[in-house]
């Protein structure tokens, strides 16, 4: 079992900046590749970036490259979303989920495929 707790959302205007965090319970974190996905009122959940399980591959829909960074620090049990330059459509509550992959180095990009998820955080900005 695996618990996720996300943190770092808040209230942002346009063209600026948040760090959210990704914090894993366990001692096998390095076995799961991790996700971002997103949901805004009225739609549905969807895929923002994902990182394999050592950290070397990482994954971004269109929407988000260049302006959205993944990281990991499997000593900390930790993943993280560096946004910047942020729009009003990036509007929305961040998820992680945990996919594990024991030593496969790939990360999916489809929500069926991971298996824990964090209650997410609330990112909102503003024009």
């Known amino acids: 079992q695996v618990q996720l707790v996300e943190s770092g959302g808040g209230l942002v205007q346009a063209g600026g900046s948040l760090r959210l965090s990704c914090t894993a319970s366990?001692?096998?974190?390095?076995?799961?590749?991790m996700g971002w996905f997103r949901q805004a009122p009225g739609k549905e959940r969807e895929f923002v970036t994902a990182?394999?399980?050592?950290?070397?591959?990482?994954y971004d829909a269109d929407s988000v490259k260049g302006r959205f960074t993944i990281s990991r620090d499997n000593a900390k049990n930790t993943a993280y979303l560096q946004m910047n330059s942020l729009k009003p459509e990036d509007t929305a509550v961040y998820y992680c989920a945990a996919e594990w992959v024991q030593a496969r180095s790939f990360a999916s990009t489809h929500l069926r495929d991971y298996d824990y998820w964090g209650h997410g955080t609330q990112v909102t900005v503003t024009s």
């Open positions: 366990g001692r096998t974190f390095s076995t799961y590749a």
């Open positions: 990182i394999s399980s050592s950290g070397a591959t990482t």
